[in-house]
């Protein structure tokens, strides 16, 4: 259920809530979403994550991991989320890969400090390089969520 997720995140957050005080009115609210992954230290184990190689939008930056809360079957991952700034905030949403097509979809539905009010829905693929990717959309829907600042870059 969601309060196990919020409480799993806090727990992966680890430091606390980082409040983001008026800085979010300047943040973009929606737009595309583009996103890099690595995932060297990721073996199918809970609470192993991927690290975040790039992205076109702010408040998700290089460094960043996603933490996966279900190992993956036979056929496939179908998991609860967690994207941390490591610095108390963090995405919670889910995934469902098909590893026959290696292609899925990542959804995020809310989210704590930088991340509060984010929503986003993406497609996942893999690239010949072993690069993964998150292409689609993504929204705030709280007025003081969206990281620190408007830039695309």
Not at 9 to 15: G, K, L, M, P, Y
Request: aromatic share 10%; proline share 3%; glycine share 14%.
């Amino acid at each position: 259920d969601m309060k196990r997720i919020v409480a799993l995140v806090s727990t992966v957050a680890a430091v606390g809530i980082v409040a983001t005080s008026g800085s979010a009115t300047t943040a973009k609210r929606s737009g595309a979403l583009h996103v890099t992954k690595e995932c060297s230290e990721y073996f199918g184990g809970i609470g192993e994550f991927c690290t975040i190689t790039s992205s076109n939008i702010a408040v998700i930056k290089p460094g960043m991991r996603v933490f996966y809360f279900a190992s993956p079957g036979p056929a496939g991952l179908d998991s609860d989320i967690a994207l941390s700034s490591g610095q108390g905030g963090a995405a919670v949403g889910h995934v469902v890969l098909d590893f026959a097509t290696n292609q899925g979809r990542v959804t995020f539905s809310a989210g704590t400090g930088t991340f509060r009010g984010f929503h986003a829905d993406v497609a996942v693929s893999v690239d010949a390089s072993g690069v993964w990717h998150w292409d689609g959309t993504y929204s705030f829907t709280r007025p003081d969520g969206g990281g620190d600042d408007d830039s695309d870059d």
